[in-house]
């Protein structure tokens, strides 16, 4: 059964074509998810990306509704892929993008009546459709730009490493999207808490979580029964996931046949930590297409996620598609998705003690573990499909049509 978010009431409208409604995003993201969506539910008139056509086009998206600016990322991905570049060469590029990108969106916005912005894209464009009398949504992935750096320039201390900030352009945009919009959408709680922790009125703020692809996203295996404990990690290895935590109560974890498996691409910068810390019993993978994922997820007893920041973590929802109990910090937006207990476990960011005692309570009770597994499962599908998404969306968007008009 699908359920919508309770602070939201959605209403059909009585004419669908009294609803026009534009996306800009940067590469997939959730928008083609709700791009898609939003044209079943008669809605779409344009999706813009930074996709070149030929990644961007998808069959349950019409490509006449689809508008793509690759240049300037195009050029970015090539400067990455030569040997010897570094990444902090790439802030004027990521500057040149975002000033270039949200221009462009807005000399190509057609006649609608709501935008919605991921963040850093649509600041010209939401005040264009403001101006013209219509909605501008800013969706924001994470937590608060500004709360965002300084939570990543302290991590990055402790470990003896400098974190390049975002360039001063990038959060002044960001910073005046936020002003501009008419709502601010996040994925969870904890991103809503550093909107506010930054002044911005918690009214102004929506939580929508994320939904998951149930077809894509299904049990297509099981976990071993002859007594291993395989733990598993998906997502990039670093210090914003809270990769070393994890591998500190990993190597304290005792265990006679623990396994953990790490699904994710390793950036240069964490490499002189992953030396310093044991990798007994630690299998990576690297990045693998995203089908094959639940490859992994059906055959794992626990997915673990001890990150220091994010939005919400799509990799969560998907694991309970697949049975999966997931044991996160709040600050991957868990507590929006599953309860303490039932289907998972919410620890403590930045805890490896509290990591141990997870894992040594699901390794010691397999009939527990039953338990979360079959309740994850049944959470996955209460928290619906993209569909779901969509309807929460659109009752954000109605709830602020509502608010011009008074």
């Not at 190597?251 to 950036?267: A, L």
Request: proline share 6%; charged share 25%; with cysteine.
């Amino acid at each position: 059964m699908k359920k919508v978010n309770s602070e939201l009431a959605f209403t059909e409208p009585s004419s669908k074509s009294k609803l026009r409604i534009c996306q800009a995003t940067w590469v997939r993201f959730h928008h083609f998810d709700l791009a898609h969506e939003l044209h079943e539910m008669g809605y779409l008139e344009r999706i813009f990306t930074c996709l070149p056509p030929w990644f961007a086009n998808r069959e349950d998206v019409p490509k006449e509704k689809i508008f793509c600016n690759y240049l300037v990322q195009g050029i970015r991905r090539i400067l990455w892929q030569l040997p010897g570049f570094r990444r902090q060469w790439d802030a004027p590029f990521a500057v040149l993008e975002t000033a270039t990108y949200g221009r462009w969106v807005a000399r190509k916005l057609p006649e609608c009546d709501v935008f919605i912005g991921i963040s850093g894209s649509g600041l010209h464009a939401g005040r264009l459709i403001r101006k013209r009398g219509g909605v501008y949504i800013c969706d924001r992935c994470s937590s608060h730009i500004r709360a965002q750096n300084d939570n990543l320039v302290q991590e990055y201390a402790r470990w003896g490493l400098q974190f390049r900030r975002d360039a001063d352009f990038l959060i002044r945009n960001e910073e005046a999207e936020y002003a501009e919009a008419d709502v601010i959408t996040v994925p969870a709680r904890f991103a809503k808490a550093t909107f506010v922790s930054q002044g911005i009125s918690a009214d102004k703020i929506r939580v929508v979580p994320y939904g998951v692809n149930l077809e894509e996203f299904h049990p297509v295996g099981s976990p071993p029964e002859d007594g291993t404990f395989r733990l598993l990690f998906v997502g990039q290895v670093s210090l914003r996931k809270g990769i070393p935590y994890l591998l500190e109560a990993f190597s304290k974890f005792k265990h006679p046949k623990k396994e953990m498996v790490i699904v994710g691409g390793v950036p240069p910068e964490i490499i002189p930590i992953l030396k310093q810390l044991s990798m007994e019993k630690i299998r990576m993978v690297g990045v693998v297409p995203r089908r094959e994922v639940k490859d992994f997820m059906s055959t794992s007893h626990a997915l673990v996620l001890p990150s220091i920041e994010e939005g919400l973590a799509l990799v969560q929802a998907q694991a309970l598609a697949c049975g999966l109990p997931v044991i996160a910090t709040p600050n991957t937006g868990s507590e929006d998705l599953f309860t303490h207990g039932v289907e998972g476990l919410v620890i403590p960011a930045r805890n490896p003690t509290a990591l141990v005692e997870a894992f040594e309570s699901l390794a010691a009770s397999p009939a527990h573990r039953s338990e979360l597994a079959r309740n994850a499962s049944l959470r996955a599908h209460e928290i619906g499909g993209w569909t779901t998404y969509a309807i929460n969306i659109v009752a954000v968007i109605q709830e602020a049509i509502e608010r011009r008009k008074q």
